[in-house]
């Protein structure tokens, strides 16, 4: 490959080396118009953390595998699933799906984990994300109350992400924290998991067939795309909007 190619690679794992520090603070988390599993809305108080300012691209995600600390993604071989709008098929992505600056998808829970260990991160609770992805103020979106469009978080037609750092970022300085790839969370899903959620997170249930997915992707609908939405899959599968971000204590 070329001197000007592995440039743009290191440029690209340079910019999204880039870490934002949320401040301690509280935030109602939930939502009284979302779904049954947003309520009851409750107050959370967070100590400080540090969060990528972007998803973790391919780039990013292939230099960990050259290095031996994570495994391939699941981009070829078959076992990445795709919603048609009726269900799930495994699908391999074609190659000019793909690009060394779109967020790394098409990995499993487990190798999201893998990733964000082997940078001394791990991956964020389901309250880190949520405090992180208004920047603390509960609005609708990551940017506000005004409704996704092309020119804020998704592309009209779209049949793979946007690079990382495309649109706009929050008033924290984190990108796409709406739309573009679901990110994946610490936390196992519970559809009551709020009903008992202590005040002090972050903190979810012990156990559980799935792992929370937040955000919203490339093809996710405005109801999804809402910051308080919950959406679960599973832990060792990997899907084509499923990306992740990473936390520092």
Known sequence: MSVVFFLIIFVISLLNAQTVQCPQGSFAMGSEKGEDDEVPVHTIRLSAFTINSYEITEAQYDSCVSCGKCTPAHYDDGKCYQWTGTRFLLVKVPRQNRNPSFPVVCVTWQQAAAYCRSKGMSLPSETQWEYASTAGSGTTYSWGEESPSSGNCTMA?????????????????????????????????????????????????????????????????????????????????????????????
Not at 167 to 187: A, C, I, Q
Not at 202 to 221: C, T
Not at 233 to 246: K, L, W
């Open 157 to 249: 037609g779209a049949d793979h992400p946007s690079p990382a750092g495309t649109f706009s970022p929050n008033k924290w300085g984190l990108y796409d924290m709406t739309g573009n790839v679901w990110e994946w969370t610490s936390d196992f899903y519970s559809r009551d998991a709020y009903s008992f959620e202590q005040s002090s997170g972050p903190a979810g249930p012990d156990a559980g067939l799935y792992r929370v997915i937040r955000g919203g992707g490339w093809y996710s609908d405005k109801k999804q795309l809402r910051t308080a939405n919950r959406h679960w899959f599973t832990p060792n599968a990997a899907e084509v909007s499923i990306g992740f971000r990473c936390v520092r204590k």
